[in-house]
């Protein structure tokens, strides 16, 4: 779960940093931008791997019992 939280983290920092420069917003706005995009983005991968990896070990299970 780490590894996901990290890349959604950094993947989300880019996409911060890169919408706030393209938007000429300042530097300082711009990083304040990318920095809770990185948090939410995060947040949002970590939980998504959660549900991915229940929902693989319940098929997993169901293939077992039939």
Not at 24 to 30: E, K, S
Not at 43 to 53: A, C, D, E, F, I
Request: charge should be positive; charged fraction near 15%; aromatic fraction near 10%.
């Amino acid at each position: 779960m780490k590894t996901l939280l990290l890349l959604g983290g950094m993947a989300g920092f880019v996409i911060g940093i890169s919408f706030g420069l393209a938007a000429a917003r300042p530097l300082p706005l711009a990083l304040l931008q990318a920095c809770a995009t990185a948090y939410g983005a995060g947040l949002l991968l970590r939980w998504w791997g959660r549900v991915w990896v229940k929902s693989l070990l319940q098929a997993n299970a169901e293939r077992r019992r039939g």
